[in-house]
Structures are given as C-alpha cells and as structure tokens.
C-alpha cells in the first residue's frame, strides 16, 4: 500500500504477514497489494481470506471457482501500468461466503455480510 494514507475508519486486526483493517462502520476488512513487489491479486485474496479464517489457504475453495485467477491478476496489472493514475475500477465474486472487490489500485475490500466471520 505504498505511499497511501489510510482512512481513519480503518483499524488494524491482523498483521502477521499481511497487515488486514477492519471498518467498523460498513463492517468490511481491506488490505492492499504490494505496489513495490509483485504480487498477483490472486495470491493476496487467498492470503486474506485465510488469515481471517484461520485457515490456511488450501482450505478454502478453489478461488478459481468463483473468478479465473490468471484474469483477474491480469487485469488488476493492466489496471495499475495502462494508466498514470488507477482507474475506478473493480471487480467484485463471491469467495469463501463473503464478497471481494477489488479496486483497480489493489485495494481488496471483503465483505462479510451474513456469513458469521466476526470482527476481531
């Protein structure tokens, strides 16, 4: 997340490897692709998903049942290098009973609505 300030809102609640923020107010957990390394978004979804599980990630379902990997961490690239500064754009699948967005600046945003995973 290189370079952005986070908003208020935002509380940290995970930070053993990949830092996650909880917003209390819309009830949704974020964290960011690293700019500065390659990172396929793929790989940061499941990484996420899993620490707010407590799971590992081969626990989950197959991420490439609900969206093709190899797209979406083309198209988040295509995003982040066609243009001087990130489209608004997203894409938003259902994974693991909750719903992913993901921004065109790498922001994940996961939503966990009804499915019992809590706040931390």
């Known amino acids: 997340m290189s370079g952005k300030s986070l908003p208020d ?21 974020h964290t960011w692709c690293d700019e500065d390394e390659y990172e396929p978004v793929s790989s940061a979804v499941l990484e996420a998903m899993a620490s707010l599980r407590d799971v590992e990630p081969i626990d989950l379902e197959t991420l490439s049942r ?3 990997p190899d797209a979406l961490n083309a198209m988040v690239a ?7 500064e990130p489209v ?3 894409i938003r699948f259902a994974f693991a009973d909750c719903r992913v967005t993901v921004w065109a600046d790498g922001e994940i945003v996961i939503d966990p609505g009804s499915s019992g995973l809590a706040s931390r």
């Open 9 to 29: 809102r935002l509380t940290a609640v995970d930070d053993a490897g990949r830092t996650i923020y909880y917003d209390q107010g819309r009830r949704t957990y």
């Open 66 to 68: 609900r969206v093709d």
């Open 78 to 84: 295509h995003w982040r290098t066609d243009r001087a």
């Open 88 to 90: 608004g754009a997203s």
